[in-house]
């Protein structure tokens, strides 16, 4: 349907659930990729400020912070995020928070597979006709600058492994290089080169995850050739070296 992968956080507080979760995201639909798990909320609002995820998947009731006051949080502070509900509690309560506080669904556990399956197509054409509605807006009036800041996230997201200029996007989009790097940095918290380094990184650390990849193989796929830089940049974000990290990790 689309070459964009989806990057998905879940929150649970049952680590065996959250791993059923995760397995079960990924094997329904191999566009959704899970980053990150979180066990509470404030740690899931952390790595989300961190990874800047596409969707999240969280339960109700867990320890800080539960679920409805983490959409309420996500739902004001980084709007573009969907949001779905996975509970064992079936309670209209519940749900109609969730309906309010604008999620994509709310599914119960454990997780029928069909009802996944779907959440996740939906989630894909909504992804697509909210891109072709931006792109339309943004062509039809330039001024738009929501649309520019998702319209650069997007081309960043899909082709990150690609050698990405800044200054020839903007010439591209007939704008200026710096009007562009404020527009992104104020509608994202970061700017360009910053979130491209980040995607880049967080593709990395889960190709490192598996030992069929040399670190010069992941170091084309995150679209930094030069392995001695790629490593230099992954040691500046993470603290260690990518062999380092792996032998950690695994």
């Known amino acids: 349907m689309n070459s964009k992968q989806f990057d998905v956080i879940v929150v649970e507080d049952e680590k065996l ?110 992804y697509l006709h909210e891109k072709a509605d931006a792109s339309s807006r943004f062509y039809k009036d330039k001024q ?21 200029n800044l200054a020839s996007i903007a010439k591209e989009l007939e704008l200026s290089t710096s009007w562009l790097s404020r527009i992104f940095q104020k509608h994202t918290g970061e700017s360009p080169s910053h979130y491209l380094k980040r995607r880049r990184m967080t593709v990395a650390v889960q190709l490192l995850r598996d030992k069929s990849y040399t670190i010069k193989q992941i170091a084309e796929l995150v679209g930094i050739p030069d392995p001695f830089y790629f490593s230099r940049a992954f040691k500046q974000a993470y603290g260690s070296s990518p062999s380092r990290f792996r032998d950690e990790q695994l």
């Open 17 to 126: 659930i959250a791993n059923n979760i995760k397995k079960s995201i990924e094997s329904c639909n191999p566009a959704f990729r899970v980053v990150a798990v979180a066990h509470s909320g404030l740690d899931a609002l952390d790595m989300v400020k961190e990874l800047l995820p596409d969707i999240v998947f969280t339960d109700i009731r867990m320890p800080e912070l539960d679920g409805i006051e983490l959409i309420s949080r996500l739902t004001v502070e980084y709007p573009s995020i969907k949001k779905v509900i996975v509970s064992g509690y079936d309670d209209f309560v519940y749900a109609k928070s969730a309906i309010l506080n604008h999620t994509e669904n709310y599914l119960l556990k454990p997780i029928n597979l069909d009802e996944l399956r779907d959440t996740l197509r939906k989630i894909e054409e909504h």
């Open 144 to 164: 738009q600058p929501e649309d520019i800041a998702r319209y650069l996230k997007d081309h960043i997201d899909e082709h990150y492994q690609e050698a990405l």
